[in-house]
């Protein structure tokens, strides 16, 4: 549990808290970037207070955590050596599709994060763009409810369970 006052950090309210951040770290207060959902400044906002920290000469601290990049790349059985990490995919199946398109050739494991309400979509856009590569789909990474499938794209639908719950880390074989 964390007992220090807690202040709201996003999309929305980054400019607005990162100089009210920074102007306590200037102050001497201390200012940690926690997460509910992965390791802080990976997919979220916070490298916006990261770099305007490092642009103001404020030293900064990593502390490791969880992460389900990593944790989900490890378990894939997947080739570790080399990986490329894709973020979130658009909302939008037609710019999924793109996505796919562009990263199909490339001689590497790729890494994508995907919502509850899309990986049905995304697995079906996956087996048509990509074919039949291996996969390691892991839901709720280093949460309560972890789970990982393994297989290709088809074989993974049939393995979900739907409607899926949770966020989920997709790894791609090269």
Do not use: W
């Not at 509910?36 to 916006?48: E, K, L, Q, R």
């Not at 378990?75 to 990490?85: I, L, M, N, Q």
């Not at 409607?163 to 090269?174: L, Q, V």
Request: glycine share 6%.
């Amino acid at each position: 549990e964390i007992s220090s006052k807690m202040t709201s950090y996003n999309d929305t309210n980054k400019i607005s808290r990162t100089k009210q951040l920074l102007a306590m770290l200037k102050d001497g207060s201390s200012v940690a970037v926690v997460s509910d959902a992965g390791t802080p400044g990976v997919s979220d906002p916070s490298f916006y207070l990261v770099r305007e920290a490092v642009k103001a000469k404020i030293k900064i601290v990593p502390v490791p955590g969880a992460s389900a990049v990593l944790s989900a790349l490890v378990v894939s059985g997947c080739p570790t050596d080399r990986f490329e990490f894709i973020g979130f995919l658009p909302k939008k199946d037609k710019k999924r599709r793109d996505v796919f398109t562009e990263f199909k050739d490339i001689n590497h494991t790729m890494v994508c994060f995907e919502s509850c309400y899309r990986i049905e979509s995304t697995l079906k856009i996956i087996s048509e763009v990509i074919g039949d590569r291996s996969l390691c789909v892991g839901r709720e990474m280093t949460k309560m409810y972890e789970q990982f499938l393994y297989g290709n794209a088809n074989e993974i639908l049939s393995q979900l369970s739907l409607p899926a719950k949770g966020e989920f880390t997709i790894i791609i074989s090269k």
